[in-house]
């Protein structure tokens, strides 16, 4: 049973930071890509960042490029989200993602992604 539990939302100033984290049951933690998408009241989800199963390559959106920095842990089975200098349009419900990893590049849909946590709301204030 794959299951993803995000933490770590809450309310944020503009220019502060705060770190999302996603714990994940279950050995196959080490092999799977691990994304985070957002959603937005009224917006499709979106892409955020990736990383790969060994933690050796990431991608970002570029809307939080040079602001945002996913890592994981293998040893805990948690991914993370440092979101630094937040905006208010980052506002969003905040979702971790996992997809199999191994021989395979990293994904940006959300279609590709087969589990999913159940969110953490973001709100960045002005």
């Known amino acids: 049973q794959v299951q993803l539990v995000e933490s770590g939302g809450g309310l944020v100033q503009a220019g502060g930071s705060l770190r999302l984290s996603c714990a994940a049951s279950?050995?196959?933690?080490?092999?799977?890509?691990m994304a985070w998408f957002r959603q937005a009241p009224g917006k499709e989800r979106e892409f955020v960042a990736v990383i790969s199963w060994s933690g050796d390559s990431t991608r970002y959106a570029d809307s939080v490029q040079g602001r945002f920095t996913i890592s994981r842990d293998n040893d805990k089975n948690t991914v993370y989200l440092q979101m630094n200098t937040p905006k208010p349009e980052d506002t969003a419900i905040y979702y971790c993602a996992a997809a199999p990893g191994i021989g395979v590049a990293l994904i940006i849909r959300t279609e590709s992604y087969s589990y999913w946590g159940q969110g953490t709301q973001v709100t960045v204030s002005s």
């Open positions: 279950g050995p196959w933690f080490s092999t799977y890509h």
